[in-house]
């Protein structure tokens, strides 16, 4: 294979595409004042509200050592607690504050705002994910393929 350039490389178009994403993302959360990845954590939340950091973690894809921290900004600005359990304080349960649960209503313009910057109709946005998802999945090698 030849050497390629970085703008012929997936893995550049990828990474080049993530900063985009979260620089299109920065005055949409402004006004909520969240960060990119804090806006994520809480996506997950309001999916799924009262888990363990590491299920957190796991779904949002970010180590505790970075999910920690992040986690206690939110708590500082009144948007999610965290309890240490009482049969076992390693296991901490975040869940979201009634702030925290409010908060769901305003990010959800945030989507649809980002949404439309992408020009993409819904089906191709789906085909999109989709194919990233299995790309992601194909890098880290899926459980099928390791039997």
Same mark, same amino acid.
């Given at each position: ?11 550049? &178009? ?29 996506? &997950? ?8 950091? %590491?299920?957190? %973690? ?27 359990? &009482? ?17 769901? &209503? ?42």
């Amino acid at each position: 294979m030849e050497n390629l350039s970085p703008q012929e490389m997936i893995c550049f &178009a990828l990474y080049s595409s993530a900063q985009a994403m979260q620089q299109a993302y920065k005055p949409l959360l402004a006004p909520l004042k969240l960060t990119y990845p804090q806006y994520i954590v809480l996506m &997950a939340l309001w999916s799924q509200d009262d888990v363990t950091v %590491g299920q957190l %973690g796991r779904q949002v894809m970010l180590e505790t050592n970075t999910l920690t921290p992040l986690l206690k900004r939110l708590e500082s600005k009144g948007l999610v607690t965290r309890q240490r359990s &009482a049969t076992d304080e390693r296991v901490v349960r975040i869940c979201l504050t009634q702030a925290g649960r409010e908060m769901q &209503a305003a990010a959800k313009q945030v989507a649809q705002c980002f949404f439309a910057q992408t020009d993409l109709d819904q089906d191709q946005a789906t085909q999109l994910r989709d194919q990233i998802v299995r790309l992601r999945e194909n890098l880290r090698g899926s459980p099928k393929d390791q039997s």
